[in-house]
Antibody, heavy 125, light 108 residues
């Protein structure tokens, strides 16, 4: 079945970086994009950015532009999200999710249809 | 940035009743890029509706979506016990992609 399996919980100190992985299975990884969404405690989802697993094109939210890097490894069907210079405001559950599919160079959007289980990142001194 | 405003914040209803949730965008959103999600406590969001009105795979037909431009609606025709949750609208017609603040549907 189609699924995204994320890496385990992380505890980081302010100023550190975190890298979350997201391994895809059950579909052709390179024909979809992966988006990253975070959710702080008691808050709604917040979009961080999107990466094409087809050609690694990225679209980052301006809020995270200077601190986030999204990458993919097509040999292992894994996406990564690295966030630097962490503060307590970055404490949240981080989700990877599948979004948009490409066919003959055209991207089609059918909602964010498959979600990982989430990775809890806690930033505390 | 396209701001999505959902109303009401909380909807208190009984099982079997009809729920109508609203999502208003600060500027026009193509229907192709408007989606609705359900989220239960401790779980990831679940896609219900994409393209404003198309049900995602496996979603019961009691869920329906409609709307265009700046006004979109999610309707749950007859609430089942498992439908009590938080619902979010989301757009990716413009960058950044944005979510509404959510509507909580609670048991009355």
């Amino acid at each position: 079945q189609v699924q995204l399996v994320q890496s385990g919980p992380e505890v980081k100190k302010p100023g550190a970086s975190v890298k979350v992985s997201c391994k895809a299975s059950g579909y052709t990884f390179t024909t979809y994009g992966i988006t990253w969404v975070r959710q702080a405690p008691g808050q709604g989802p917040e979009w961080m950015g999107w990466i094409s697993a087809y050609n690694s094109d990225t679209n980052y939210a301006e809020k995270f532009q200077d601190r986030v890097t999204m990458t993919t490894d097509t040999s292992t069907s894994t996406a990564y999200m690295e966030l630097k210079s962490l503060t307590s405001d970055d404490t949240a559950v981080y989700y990877c999710a599948r979004a948009a599919t490409i066919s003959q160079t055209i991207w089609y959007h059918y909602g964010i249809d498959v979600w990982g289980h989430g990775t809890t990142v806690t930033v505390s001194s | 940035e396209i701001v999505l405003t959902q109303s009401p914040g909380t909807l208190s209803l009984s099982p079997g009743e009809r729920a109508t949730l609203s999502c208003r965008a600060s500027q026009s959103v193509s229907s192709s890029y408007l989606a609705w999600y359900q989220q239960k406590s401790g779980q990831a969001p679940r896609l219900l509706i994409y393209g404003a009105s198309k049900r995602a795979t496996g979603i019961p037909d009691r869920f329906s979506g409609r709307g265009s431009g700046t006004d979109f609606t999610l309707t749950i025709s007859r609430l089942e016990p498992e439908d009590f949750a938080v619902y979010y609208c989301q757009q990716n017609g413009g960058s950044p992609w944005t979510f509404g603040q959510g509507t909580r549907v609670e048991i009355k």
